[in-house]
């Protein structure tokens, strides 16, 4: 028997429903929390300003910039599918929107589904190399979430997906990647390695529990070190990189920047605090922010000729 004194629950109406679906595809997609984007932009970007010499077209900028958020969003969407049976039992993870039921699975992979083809759609404004480069990056960003199954570093796998954009950045300009390019696309990786352990140990507990493979498990005790190493040999291949480019000042002044910023993610890390830990995770943004000014501010200051700047 129903209690008739009880107050009656309100019905959403339709609009309340869709509105509801479309903020769980919101979140989904993450366009609530963008650091993922900026993390595959600022490299992308600076690749973009150094094939052209510090003058990209502003449409082809325009292109990589949306092209970005397009894979992410695709990729975060078949992440959350691949992980639809287990980010409920991961304290950051649980209220994704998968995890609450909130969505089907079968929408998850249609969302992530369109979204890639329309980034795939933008890379036909390019050249034949430029578009070939897109199947792989596709492909690696599709296969990154089920490598934590099996596979002792994803991490690095990450690395390889969220450095696509390098040498796609050259195609596009240039028609071929020249070997600066790849070697930007090596530093990147080691940058992903870095921040994505971060985020790693952020879960570590939560991923061992469920049988989840990670670097932060597969570094054990020497974690931090490695993070501080994987810092080590990005910051170093790209004061190389900056050196065998003829870069200037400015462009030191970025990485002096990112260097500082390192250093305060190991304040951040050294006591594997969670909160510490996806603090540094979120601060990799200003480090990629700083590598793009330095860049940008260089290509400018030449450009513009003013005396006494090295050539």
Avoid at 234 to 256: Q, V
């Amino acid at each position: 028997m129903t209690d008739a004194s009880a107050p009656a629950v309100p019905q959403r109406t339709r609009w309340q429903k869709i509105a509801a679906r479309l903020d769980a595809y919101e979140r989904l997609i993450r366009l609530d929390k963008p650091i993922g984007t900026l993390l595959l932009l600022w490299p992308t970007l600076t690749a973009l300003w150094i094939a052209a010499a510090g003058s990209p077209s502003w449409i082809v900028v325009g292109i990589f910039i949306l092209g970005t958020l397009l894979m992410r969003s695709a990729g975060c969407a078949v992440n959350d599918y691949a992980d639809r049976d287990f980010d409920a039992h991961v304290e950051r993870t649980a209220n994704r929107p998968l995890a609450r039921r909130e969505i089907l699975p079968w929408e998850a992979l249609a969302v992530g589904a369109v979204l890639a083809l329309c980034a795939f759609l933008l890379t036909l404004r390019f050249n034949a190399f430029t578009i070939a480069l897109s199947i792989p990056a596709l492909a690696i960003a599709v296969a990154y979430p089920f490598f934590k199954r099996f596979f002792a570093l994803p991490q690095a796998f990450l690395g390889i997906a969220f450095s696509f954009g390098i040498p796609m950045a050259f195609a596009a300009v240039r028609g071929f990647v020249p070997a600066t390019g790849w070697w930007l696309f090596a530093a990147n990786f080691f940058w992903v390695m870095a921040y994505d352990t971060e985020y790693a140990m952020v879960d570590r507990e939560d991923d061992r529990n469920l049988g989840l493979r990670t670097s932060a498990i597969a570094f054990g005790r020497f974690d931090v070190l490695a993070v501080m190493l994987f810092y080590s040999v990005y910051l170093a291949l790209l004061t190389w990189i900056g050196r065998s480019s003829g870069l200037g000042p400015l462009f030191y002044a970025g990485g002096l920047t990112a260097t500082l910023l390192a250093l305060w993610h190991f304040a951040l890390i050294r006591k594997r605090e969670r909160a510490g830990c996806f603090r540094a995770f979120l601060g990799n943004h200003w480090i990629g922010l700083a590598i793009f000014a330095g860049t940008v501010a260089d290509f400018a200051v030449r450009m513009h000729r003013w005396p006494y700047w090295p050539s």
